[in-house]
Nanobody
């Protein structure tokens, strides 16, 4: 019905950069906010960055000044990650608030991608 597919994860050395991408597809009427979360082993999933349909952004304190979230159309969101640190190692998940065609009366619903691994290590 609705899918979020992430790409761009991998292994990078400390100080390096990666760019994550997330594409939404399926029976989509509209997408409100989109965001990136991450979950490290033994830790809870946490918000990394989010962006509204109007372009307003918010970031976790731990990534401010290093990560940038952006959208280039209604269905794509990116996370540019610079100056990566070992503590950024986690599975990164794309999230979106989506109104589904045929289910608009249900209002926006949260959808998740399958996750992409980011490992920062020398």
């Amino acid at each position: 019905q609705v899918q979020l597919v992430e790409s761009g994860g991998g292994l990078v050395q400390p100080g390096g950069s990666l760019r994550l991408s997330c594409a939404a597809s399926g029976s989509i009427f509209s997408i409100n906010a989109m965001g990136w979360y991450r979950q490290a082993p033994g830790k809870q999933r946490e918000l990394v960055a989010a962006i509204t349909s109007g372009g307003s952004t918010k970031y976790a304190d731990s990534v401010k000044g290093r990560f940038t979230i952006s959208r280039d159309n209604a269905k794509m969101v990116y996370l540019q990650m610079n100056s990566l640190k070992p503590e950024d190692t986690a599975v990164y998940y794309c999230n979106a608030e989506i109104e589904v065609l045929g289910d608009i009366l249900l209002g926006p619903r949260n959808f998740w991608g399958q996750g992409t691994q980011v490992t920062v290590s020398s």
